[in-house]
């Protein structure tokens, strides 16, 4: 059951099955119908001489003869003659000298009738002699004498009917005619007529019309079981239909498509607007002169677009009644959802105490009935000046409003900046700015506390690190004291001369690891003592390069210098200005790829002085610029080479103090560094 409710080619078929049925029932039944109420149809063997079309043909010229004059109470109000202007609109008077009174030409067929613009005529009014016709002749009498031979002619003069058709002439239209298509209603005018059958064919109207004549005239009776078993047939493709519409295979529950997202008013008015207007085209096609062979492909192109869209209008309903949304679906329900909850959140708003539009919603919304209450009934003067009084109380307590807001946002900005010695008056407030005074105040009091312990810890972590740092020392100073008397005494033994040379050199590194240590933990305390001054730092450059001539000239590394002619002046502090420059380049001699060039560039820029070291690493350096500055990281991961990992710290630390910058960059395997001071 599961397969035959999930099935795609089942549904597809009987959405298929259906239409073709239904046209089934509709043909069987139409037969049923006809065999019940004629029996076996006799008649006439041209669909000209039947009834239908006698009374179609009488109506129309009814309707010429009305058209002319109007309805019979109003024609004798209507006099013509050359006084007064044409009458009628839709004719043209024309000269004819054959005829004594005026003649006027039909210009525009505004008739409804099915074969009004196949029939020729001439109809005379008695009283005054116009003439009103759609045939242009040069003898008109002579046009009226050839009416009166056509093979299908009908004329009425004085009463009496002229016709070669049996089915309108003087003793039928007694039988067949009523008061709205009576021919008393063509008493005091004569009317000369006829109708070609062969124009028949042209009126689609009147071929289809002939068509079901000749289908149903001495018809073969259609089986009468047709009726029921198409009847049962169609129930049972739309019972399963609905019991299978929205599942599909392999997925739980039902379905719905993009179609069903729309609204369910949009749909059904298109899909009903679609329908109106294929019925419009197929009996606008009845009316057409289109050709009568795709007349049969019209109706059928129209009735399977219909039944398209009703078949898509009823699935989708079915879809969403199934699935649980059919009112949800409706443009109606989702407006009327959205005001209430448009409506809710006013009022949550309006009723929150700690919502911060509380106070702006009650306000904005009081000022605009206020506002229209006062307008309304602003009457006089004093109407008016109340109306402004009251706009600028509310300007007045909007400006009130933004004042306390004023307050927490320069408090906020204090915190930001660094200031936590921030206190608002809570008192001062109401609502949700009381309660954000209140966690300000309490932000800016844990900041205090922050900083204090942060302080507190810095200052303990700097004692901790000098007084470790002294106890270190003095026992160092020992151990390299007497590593400098053992290597004055004679010792012929040369395990024991490596053995002191290990113990110098690492003594050393570990009395410069505890130098840098100290003064890296007084650099980021601040306890340092500047004495700035002018200094050359072209001069001082040159210096440091000549200091470290050997280091570099060992690893064959080739200083490339592009220096200004000038001196270049700042203000800084000498020693710890050499030990930024020392640093570097320091830096430059443990890491620099050997055999490499190393670029200097000094130059002054406006108000700054430009210091950049570039050099390419030994090593690719697989660390970011910000790990790299940090305390003890260094590019050598392995650690083999002699560095604390402290220098570029210590380096980016001091020239801050100085008031430079001092910034890394790397890129594989270039490294950068860039120094900025003020120039002087």
């Known amino acids: 059951m599961q397969d035959i409710k999930e099935s795609i080619l089942l549904k597809f078929l009987c959405y298929i099955l259906i239409p073709i049925m239904i046209f089934v029932l509709a043909i069987s039944m139409i ?40 309805d019979k109470k109003e024609r004798s109000n209507i006099s013509v003659n050359k006084e007064n202007s044409n009458p009628f609109n839709h004719y043209d008077e024309i000269e004819d000298k054959s005829y004594e009174h005026p003649v006027y030409y039909e210009v525009i067929n505004y008739s409804n009738t099915m074969v009004s613009q196949y029939i020729n005529y001439i109809i005379i009014d008695k009283e005054n002699g116009n003439m009103f016709t759609n045939i242009r002749s040069n003898n008109y009498p002579e046009e009226i004498d050839k009416l009166k031979t056509e093979k299908t002619n009908w004329s009425y003069q004085d009463g009496n009917i002229t016709t070669n058709i049996n089915a309108i002439n003087q003793e039928s239209t007694k039988y067949m005619t009523s008061s709205s298509y009576s021919t008393d209603n063509l008493e005091g005018y004569d009317v000369y007529s006829n109708i070609d059958p062969n124009m028949l064919s042209y009126s689609n109207s009147l071929y289809v019309q002939q068509t079901v004549y000749n289908i149903f005239k001495g018809h073969e009776n ?43 008013e949009v749909i059904s008015i298109v899909i009903m607007f679609v329908i109106g207007m294929m019925m419009s085209f197929a009996v606008a096609s009845v009316e057409s002169q289109i050709p009568q062979k795709i007349l049969i492909s019209v109706f059928l192109l129209c009735y399977l677009i219909g039944y398209a869209c009703l078949a898509v209008w009823v699935s989708t309903t079915i879809r969403r009644i199934k699935a649980k949304q059919f009112f949800r679906s409706f443009l109606t329900y989702k407006v009327c959802r959205w005001i209430k909850v448009t409506i809710e959140k006013i009022f949550r708003k309006v009723t929150d105490k700690e919502n911060t539009n509380r106070k702006i919603t009650i306000i904005y919304w009081g000022f605009v ?29 909007l400006l009130q409003y933004n004042k306390k807001i004023q307050k927490i946002n320069e408090a906020l ?94 003594s050393q590194r570990l009395k410069k690891l505890i130098e840098d240590l100290v003064e890296a933990s007084k650099v980021s305390s601040g306890n340092v003592k500047l004495n700035m001054e002018v200094i050359n730092l072209k001069e001082l ?42 640093n570097v380049f320091s830096n430059i001699s443990k890491y620099a790829l050997e055999g490499s060039r ?46 604390s990992g402290l220098g570029l710290s210590i380096a980016e630390s001091l020239t801050e103090l100085q008031g430079g910058k001092f910034k890394i960059d790397i890129d594989g395997d270039l490294f950068k560094v860039e120094i900025k001071w003020k120039s002087e």
């Open 31 to 70: 037969d049923v119908s006809i065999t019940s109420q004629y029996g076996e149809m006799e008649g006439p063997e041209e669909y000209i001489e039947t009834e239908e079309f006698g009374r179609e043909y009488l109506l129309t010229l009814i309707y010429k003869v009305q058209d002319i004059y109007g």
């Open 222 to 264: 259609l089986p009468a079981y047709l009726i029921p078993l198409s009847a049962i047939s169609i129930i049972i493709m739309i019972v399963y239909l609905i019991w299978a519409t929205g599942h599909e295979k392999g997925k739980e529950g039902i379905q719905l498509n993009s179609i069903d997202r729309i609204s369910y």
């Open 369 to 397: 009935v206020i506002s229209i209450i006062l307008a309304c009934t602003m009457w006089s003067g004093i109407g008016l000046l109340v109306l402004i009084a009251f706009w600028i109380w509310a300007y007045y307590k």
């Open 413 to 506: 900005r204090n915190i930001y900046e660094g200031n936590p010695n921030v206190k608002l008056n809570e008192e001062e407030l109401e609502g949700t700015l009381k309660i954000m005074a209140k966690y300000i105040n309490d932000i800016a009091g844990g900041f205090t506390n922050a900083i204090e312990q942060s302080l507190k810890s810095e200052r303990l972590k700097t004692e901790l690190i000098t007084n470790v740092s002294h106890d270190i020392k003095t026992p160092l100073t020992s151990i390299i004291n007497y590593v400098d008397l053992l290597k004055k005494e004679d010792i012929n033994n040369a395990q024991i001369e490596q053995y002191i040379a290990v113990l110098d050199k690492k």
């Open 541 to 582: 450059l040159n210096q440091t390069i000549g200091e470290f001539e050997d280091k570099l000239e060992k690893k064959n590394l080739k200083i490339e210098m592009d220096l200004p002619n000038e001196n270049v002046l700042i203000k800084a502090d000498n020693r710890y200005l050499y030990r930024v420059i020392e």
């Open 598 to 643: 190393v670029y200097i560039k000094l130059e002054k820029q406006k108000e700054e002085v430009y210091l950049e070291f570039k050099n390419i690493s030994k090593d690719k350096l697989n660390i970011s610029a910000e790990e790299l500055m940090q305390r003890f990281v260094r590019g050598d991961k392995s650690r083999y080479t002699e560095g």
